[in-house]
């Protein structure tokens, strides 16, 4: 009988287990990291006992596009790591302690040949913290920040325009919420799609409706609206187009 850490061993395609006269032998056809510890032979009432150190091999882990990944409370978040090998070994590490993936529901381990991928599929703040891949002897960290929802607002407001008939105008405004609000603009409550003299830009938080060429039928109130799943905020303001005499 074969032990390891004090537990039986059962035959199976991860131990081949072999005698020949007075030679009994545990064969691991392909070892991992978790095959590291204490193995015991039980002949009658004699033992043996042989500890099994395994090293990590010198797996190359991709570099993340970023350390750090940002989400609401209750989204999902997800790690990605590549490695340079297939059927690599991996485990993860949350604040330094391994994640075990048959306690933790909200917890999932994936691979796709080199790629590993670790999701929570619903996040809580006590989420936030550092998370760790390894594989071989290296390793790799990520950040987590989880954040708690936020309506929209309008952190800097639309301003009025005076422009002369034939020119371009630009309306900007700042807009703040978590998840990212989404941004549409309207003229005078009729909702604006692009067209090749209406653009909308987006520079992080700031969002600017693009008119070109305007003429006097293009007077009116414009108004941008930010929506997401807690709220919405709204800024409007008068464009004013004047006619050369």
């Given amino acids: 009988m074969w032990m390891k850490d004090g537990q039986e061993l059962e035959m199976s395609d991860r131990y081949k287990m072999t005698s020949d006269k007075f030679v009994h032998r545990l064969v691991l056809p392909s070892v991992r990291m978790s095959d590291a510890g204490e193995y015991t032979a039980v002949a009658g009432s004699s033992m043996s006992v042989g500890n099994l150190r395994v090293e990590g091999r010198d797996v190359k882990i991709s570099e993340p596009d970023s350390r750090d990944i940002t989400v609401v409370e ?14 690599v070994e991996g485990h993860w590490l949350r ?4 994640i075990h993936f048959a306690e933790e ?10 790629l590993h991928r670790l999701t929570i599929t619903e996040t809580f703040r006590s989420d936030a913290g550092e998370y760790t891949f390894v594989a071989g002897k290296n390793r790799s960290t990520m950040n987590l920040h989880v954040r708690l929802p936020e309506p929209p607002q309008i952190v800097r407001h639309m301003e009025s325009q005076t422009v002369m008939s034939g020119r371009s105008v630009r309306f900007s405004a700042q807009v703040s919420g ?27 938080d700031e969002h ?6 305007v003429f006097p039928e293009d007077a009116a109130t414009y108004s941008c609206e930010a929506k997401n799943d807690y709220g919405a905020a709204t800024s409007s303001a008068p464009l004013i187009v004047e006619v050369p005499e």
């Fill in 74 to 87: 209750k989204q999902r978040a997800t790690f990605e790591f590549e490695v340079n090998e297939d059927e």
């Fill in 95 to 98: 604040n330094g302690a391994e």
């Fill in 105 to 114: 529901e909200r917890f999932n381990y994936a691979t796709i040949r080199k």
């Fill in 178 to 204: 978590l998840p990212q609000p989404q941004v549409t603009w309207y003229k005078d409550s009729q909702l604006l799609s692009t067209s090749y003299k209406c653009k909308f830009l987006h520079d992080g």
């Fill in 208 to 213: 600017t409706l693009l008119l070109l060429e």
